[in-house]
């Protein structure tokens, strides 16, 4: 939008300056115009292409089976958590909970410092009880859990 209104403010002040300035640079400056018109409008119709696929998603990525699950519904995991543990191969309940804390902090560190503050101690523990479909006992833990930070 803000592009749109720069041309049109540059194509006012082209008029304006019409009567002042040589024809070659007001020919210069339309022509400029019309450039980054042709290209707005190719990057507009690129971007509204029903075909074209974006190239990093935050959402998990299929396994040769096309399963995977939502590890945000662990808490502590976020989509950009959940991206950077399905990059690692982390992609099912199952992969969450057989993955070590260890391991957890080791593909966080490399992740880098937006993880640093992540807590994955209880993710295998969680993980394990929404594999088993223990979504009661889930909520249940993930209460505890909180209650637990909120008196230290």
Known sequence: MSIMFSLIIGVVIG???????????VDGVNKTIANLSK???????AATD????????L?????????????????????????LLN?????????????SVEQFKSILEKGGSR?????????PEQATMAQQGDWTGLKELQR????DRGTK
């Open 39 to 45: 290209k707005l409008t190719s990057t507009i119709a």
């Open 50 to 57: 029903t075909k074209a696929q974006p190239s990093v998603s």
């Open 144 to 147: 505890n859990r909180k209650g």
């Open 87 to 99: 990059q690692n191969g982390i992609l099912t309940y199952a992969d969450l909970a057989s993955t």
């Open 59 to 83: 959402h998990a990525v299929d396994t040769p089976s096309g399963s995977y699950d939502d590890l945000k519904k662990i808490e502590g995991i976020g989509a950009k958590t959940m991206a």
């Open 115 to 123: 993880y640093r503050r992540a807590d994955a101690s209880s993710w």
């Open 15 to 25: 008029w304006i300056l019409n009567g002042y300035l040589p024809s070659e640079i």
